[in-house]
């Protein structure tokens, strides 16, 4: 019901994996059974009767993971934007690493077409040089390393919800990983401009790029 009251589709939480198994003369029935994201754990467990140890451990559980996080955030606030970015950056840079397994195996081979796809669907039809050029990069440049913390987390964004879509859609297509990327971007772009959100390319480019912040500071920042 609260999954039901908040909008939330239901289906894409309580995911229906029930099969057919062999009973005793060779006869089959339907077991019923269902793969639950973290979202519905975290119902389960909050709704539940508190008096049964399972449920308790279990509200016990998201409590404190509620507070860890609560804490990180707390962190986070007190961070210089430098910082921010290099925290930022560090997120985005194994987000990629474990998007491009997955899309891997979704069939994936040429890896700049795909990451391309992402990027045109959040930068409006941009692909990584066109964001480039419009930064003044050099050739080749990393492009993430010059974005400034909100521009990372819009992108992290993109990177976490596409590898998400490729593993529920159970995509194998190189050309269906390809639009699920762009319409993921897309669709993060919408709410942006719904939210009254700066668009990704009219947000600022930081003066320098982490890799120079990183020499100058030799590191201090990065260990942070």
């Known amino acids: 019901m609260s999954c039901k009251n908040s909008d939330i589709s239901i289906l894409d939480h309580f995911i229906d994996v029930s099969k057919m198994v062999k009973i005793g003369s060779g006869a089959y029935r339907e077991q019923i059974d269902y793969k639950l994201t973290r979202y519905a754990c975290y119902l389960i467990a909050q709704n539940g009767d508190s008096r049964k140890k399972v449920i308790a451990l279990a509200q016990t559980y998201f409590a404190v993971q509620t507070r860890k996080q609560e804490i990180s955030?707390?962190?986070?606030?007190?961070?210089?934007?430098?910082?921010?970015?290099?925290?930022?950056?560090?997120?985005?840079?194994?987000?990629?690493?474990?998007?491009?397994?997955?899309?891997?195996?979704?069939?994936?081979?040429?890896?700049?077409?795909?990451?391309?796809?992402?990027?045109?669907?959040?930068?409006?039809?941009?692909?990584?040089?066109?964001?480039?050029?419009?930064?003044?990069?050099r050739y080749r440049e990393d492009i993430l390393d010059n974005m400034g913390s909100d521009e990372l987390i819009a992108n992290l964004f993109r990177?976490?919800?596409?590898?998400?879509?490729?593993?529920?859609?159970?995509?194998?297509?190189?050309?269906?990983?390809?639009?699920?990327?762009?319409?993921?971007?897309?669709?993060?772009?919408?709410?942006i401009k719904e939210l009254g959100g700066t668009m990704p390319e009219d947000l600022p480019t930081p003066k320098k790029r982490l890799k120079q912040l990183e020499k100058e500071n030799k590191g201090s920042l990065k260990k942070k």
């Not at 840079?93 to 959040?122: I, M, P």
């Not at 990177?159 to 699920?180: G, M, P, V, W, Y």
Request: proline content about 0%.
């Open 73 to 137: 955030e707390k962190q986070y606030s007190m961070l210089t934007e430098d910082e921010k970015r290099f925290y930022q950056r560090d997120l985005t840079r194994k987000g990629n690493y474990s998007l491009n397994q997955t899309a891997k195996n979704a069939g994936v081979k040429n890896f700049d077409r795909f990451h391309n796809s992402g990027y045109k669907g959040l930068y409006n039809g941009e692909t990584a040089d066109d964001i480039a050029k419009r930064k003044g990069l």
């Open 159 to 191: 990177i976490s919800q596409t590898e998400q879509k490729l593993k529920k859609d159970n995509i194998q297509i190189e050309k269906e990983a390809n639009k699920a990327h762009y319409e993921v971007g897309s669709k993060i772009r919408k709410t």
